[in-house]
């Protein structure tokens, strides 16, 4: 009868999974855990089961330790996977109320563990209970996929001259791979292979030393996502060579620390990331996606620990400086405050200190990365976006006596416009408008002849600026009827 029991609960139990995971988002369809980690709880009348998940990767050996740490409880433990095949069951281990079970996950994906009583909404026992992961490695098997710090053993021969594992990597991540022989004259060899089936890097023998042991080391890893690693040997399918070998993955102690150029670490608006500077690495690298006109505002404020002088870079994806900043924020601190980005995207930030390598102040710091909103998303239809930069034709006419343009302008920057006339008898005019279209100022005649000139204007606050370019119409003489071509300049001044 208990068989049956046991039978009817697991047809259940897969089916409330399977259905649960049709139904929702399956980021919700329990509580993540660690491969590795020690979780505890309570089951009860009110709270029968509870369910997690883990992401696992083909090759893993997972020992789950299920037991009561009070009351009669009596726990039991389901494991299924993604589509909601039953892994194992198990009630009781070894006359115990508890469960002692290994688990080699047959492929990457998300494993399901259901922590429940005996009979579930139909038992009776309660109490506290306390479930342990271990991680007890990856089997040795060729398509294993390996985390870092993995070690597996595997063997070339004339009928199998390779073998293959993957791993998943993070863009900034800085690894070594070294493939060991260990038994048979082998003289190994490494590939390493990117999703998309293009060999990365490779080695025959490990340069330096006295061996013919591979290894491929300060890898940098430039797009997050899944590689391969190819263990074979000199000449592959031609060599001749044999044996048994250790294939290890390690990650380097600056892994994902940005501090290379090739191996940016990431940073998302909204996110900040805490990080020190020293006279051997005395800055560090960060990157994001940005669309034109986004008004980004990156800070870097000094930590507890030193007395940095932070300084900022904003640079494009080629790291050619757009902006740079010393001490815009409090004190010593550095930020760009409300920048537009110029074009769509990937974007650099280096975070430094005052005069880089030839500073002298170390510490700890925070840098920040924010957006607020679209510099250009408040510029009504009637006026044409421009930036610095831009020369802009258009004409003065009795059906267009003027036009509108909009651009963003940050505090402290200082600009110049122009209105030639290139054709006509245009008398330009120019007015610079605030964000509520209110005059601030006007010309005339700056330029040559008949054309208008506004020259080093400081920008007072960071924000929305129009121009309009009209002709002449003034009270006191002049002709209000003049029309023509024209170019139209913004430009912004530096020094």
């Known amino acids: 009868m208990r068989k049956l029991l046991v039978a009817a609960l697991i047809l259940l139990l897969a089916q409330a999974l399977t259905g649960s995971a049709q139904e ?5 369809a329990g509580t993540r855990i660690d491969p590795s980690g020690i979780i505890s709880g309570r089951l009860d009348d009110d709270n029968p ?8 990767l083909r090759g893993e050996v997972i020992q789950f330790e299920l037991r009561a ?13 993604s589509r909601g095949a039953l892994e194992f069951y198990r009630d009781d281990s070894a006359g115990s109320l508890g469960v002692s079970q290994d688990l080699t996950l047959k492929a990457n994906g998300r494993y399901f563990l259901i922590v429940g009583r005996f009979g579930f909404h139909l038992g009776s026992s309660t109490g506290e209970y306390e479930l342990r992961l271990i991680r007890a490695g990856v089997i040795s098997e060729q398509g294993s996929a390996l985390r870092y710090g993995d070690s597996v053993i595997g063997t070339i021969s004339q009928t199998e001259p390779h073998a293959y594992y993957t791993f998943e990597a993070e863009q900034g991540d800085i690894l070594a791979i070294s493939m060991v022989r260990s038994s048979g004259d082998l003289d190994p060899y490494l590939k390493v292979i990117s999703a998309q089936r293009f060999v990365i890097a490779e080695n025959d023998d490990q340069a330096g030393a006295e061996t013919r042991n591979a290894r491929i080391g300060d890898l940098i890893i430039e797009q997050t996502g899944m590689y391969i690693i190819m263990a074979t040997r000199y000449r592959e399918a031609a060599g001749d060579s044999s044996g048994s070998f250790v294939l290890s993955i390690e990650e380097a102690e600056d892994s994902g620390a940005g501090t290379l150029q090739l191996a940016p670490l990431p940073i998302a608006f909204g996110e900040s990331r805490s990080a020190a500077l020293s006279h051997q690495q005395y800055e560090r690298f960060y990157t994001f996606s940005a669309s034109r006109n986004d008004l980004v505002t990156i800070s870097m404020s ?16 080629n790291f050619t400086p757009i902006v740079e900043d010393d001490d815009s924020g409090v004190g ?8 537009p980005i110029p074009a769509d995207g990937k974007y650099h930030i280096v975070a430094t200190r005052f005069e880089g390598g030839k500073g002298t102040s170390i510490g700890e710091f925070l840098l920040s990365l924010d957006a607020f909103g679209n510099a250009v998303e408040a510029i009504p239809d009637d006026a044409v976006s421009i930036s610095y930069g831009t020369s802009v034709p258009g004409k003065i006419s009795d059906e267009n006596d003027r036009d509108l343009y909009a651009f963003y302008a940050r ?15 245009l008398d330009a005019y120019l007015e610079l408008l605030n964000g509520a279209q209110e ?6 005649d700056g330029g040559n002849g008949q054309n208008a000139l506004i020259d080093n204007y400081t920008i007072p ?15 006191e003489g002049g002709n209000a009827n003049t029309a023509g071509g024209y170019v139209l300049v913004l430009a912004e001044r530096f020094g």
């Open 24 to 28: 929702r988002d399956p980021e919700d």
């Open 49 to 56: 089961r509870e369910v997690f998940f883990i992401d696992g």
């Open 69 to 81: 740490i009070d009351g009669d409880l009596d726990p039991v433990l389901a494991v299924f996977d």
């Open 302 to 317: 000094r930590g507890s620990v030193g007395e940095l002088d932070s300084y900022l870079i904003l640079t494009d994806a």
């Open 332 to 339: 010593q601190n550095a930020m760009i405050a409300d920048y």
């Open 411 to 425: 505090q402290g920057e200082v600009i110049t416009v122009s209105m030639t006339r290139v054709d006509g008898d």
């Open 439 to 444: 005059v601030v100022l006007s010309n005339d």
């Open 461 to 475: 606050h960071s924000g929305l600026y129009f121009i309009r370019a009209r002709r002449f119409f003034g009270s």
